[in-house]
């Protein structure tokens, strides 16, 4: 049975992908994820905030007490002349790909167009397959218009394609007025991928302390509708990639994105909760259900329940919502007697 896809260009064993996590800031972690099945592995994010703080951290130390001296400003050399950032970061890509034979996907992670996209050559010349931009924006200035808040997307994507030649992915947000035409906009652009979908961890208030704190809630299985839906509509109509995330936990899931039209599907909170062996366990689903239904190739099905080629391409649109509140039974109508709460 073969299992082999294709991802940006890349041949990989399997569609089984480990996302960004704290999980592959290990190196022994990742050699577990190639014992145990995966076609690539995603590293742990670089933030832009990382990348801004090594560099305001290193001017000040540069220039720490030259106010004293004037001419001590001429025995240092600007600090945009240096190179600066988490360092580690290069090193454990380098570390990576020396211990394993499986793709290494970097990614990088901001929300604005500046010195931080430069990094990516970097990452390149430290071995990367490809890079990953997960474009974490949260808009709150009310005179930003959508326009210009989707070019951001589009800058920061030539920025990054101007300065590497390894294939680049975009990992999204679905909160776009016209999810199609971003997508159309990225591909024309030249992503190589669209990762669908950036979760949001949002904000919690504590009410012992009276503080706003994160509060991280992993996926579940129910999450992978709105990446299923929006894969299944571009399938066929843009020439980027795509790859499934949030909500794969079980073979099935797997199973219905590659039919959806995804090329990977990625693993995150599965793992955290299981541990990396559980990709064996999805694998393993994969598999019984594939020989079960007689395909011999994870390329037979992928696609083939898209909207372009499955036998109702309407039910990913606005007819499926009406049927489903038309078909949709309330529990307790079938646990009680109507009339008491009717009649």
């Known amino acids: 049975?073969?299992?082999?896809?294709?991802?940006m260009g890349i041949k990989l064993r399997s569609p089984l992908v480990p996302s960004a996590s704290p999980l592959s800031e290990d190196i022994d972690n990742i050699q577990r994820m190639e014992t145990a099945g995966a076609g690539a592995v995603v590293m742990h994010s670089l933030f832009e905030e990382q990348l801004r703080l090594e560099s305001h951290e290193l001017h000040d130390h540069l220039t720490q007490g030259t106010e004293s001296?004037?001419?001590?400003?001429t025995y240092l050399p600007d600090s945009i002349n240096f190179r600066v950032g988490p360092e580690t970061y290069l090193e454990h890509i380098r570390k990576?790909?020396?211990r394993v034979s499986?793709?290494?996907?970097?990614?990088?992670?901001?929300s604005s167009l500046g010195g931080w996209t430069n990094y990516a050559k970097e990452i390149q010349q430290?071995?990367?397959?490809?890079?990953?931009?997960?474009i974490y924006y949260v808009p709150t200035d009310m005179e930003l218009t959508s326009n210009e808040i989707e070019q951001t997307y589009i800058n920061i994507l030539d920025a990054v394609k101007a300065v590497v030649t390894i294939p680049v992915a975009v990992k999204l947000s679905p909160y776009f007025t016209n999810m199609a035409n971003m997508a159309q906009r990225l591909d024309a652009a030249g992503?190589?991928?669209l990762v669908l979908f950036n979760r949001f961890y949002q904000a919690d208030i504590n009410l012992n302390v009276l503080d706003v704190e994160p509060n991280v809630l992993l996926s579940t299985p129910q999450s992978l509708r709105l990446p299923l839906r929006w894969i299944a509509i571009l399938y066929g109509r843009i020439h980027a990639d795509l790859a499934a995330t949030s909500g794969i936990h079980r073979g099935e899931d797997v199973l219905k994105m590659l039919m959806a039209g995804a090329r990977i599907t990625m693993l995150c909170s599965v793992l955290l909760k299981h541990g990396i062996d559980q990709i064996r366990v999805i694998e393993r689903e994969m598999r019984e259900w594939m020989e079960k239904h007689e395909y011999e190739s994870v390329q037979q099905?992928?696609?083939?329940?898209?909207?372009?080629n499955c036998p109702n391409p309407s039910a990913f649109e606005r007819v499926q919502y009406m049927r489903s509140l038309a078909s949709y039974k309330p529990e307790w109508k079938a646990n009680h007697d109507t009339s008491y709460y009717f009649g």
């Open 1 to 7: 049975m073969d299992l082999t896809t294709t991802y």
């Open 69 to 73: 001296f004037s001419e001590a400003l």
């Open 96 to 98: 990576a790909k020396e």
């Open 102 to 110: 499986i793709p290494i996907i970097a990614s990088l992670n901001g």
């Open 126 to 134: 430290a071995g990367a397959d490809a890079l990953e931009l997960n």
């Open 191 to 193: 992503a190589d991928a």
């Open 301 to 308: 099905m992928q696609g083939s329940m898209s909207q372009k």
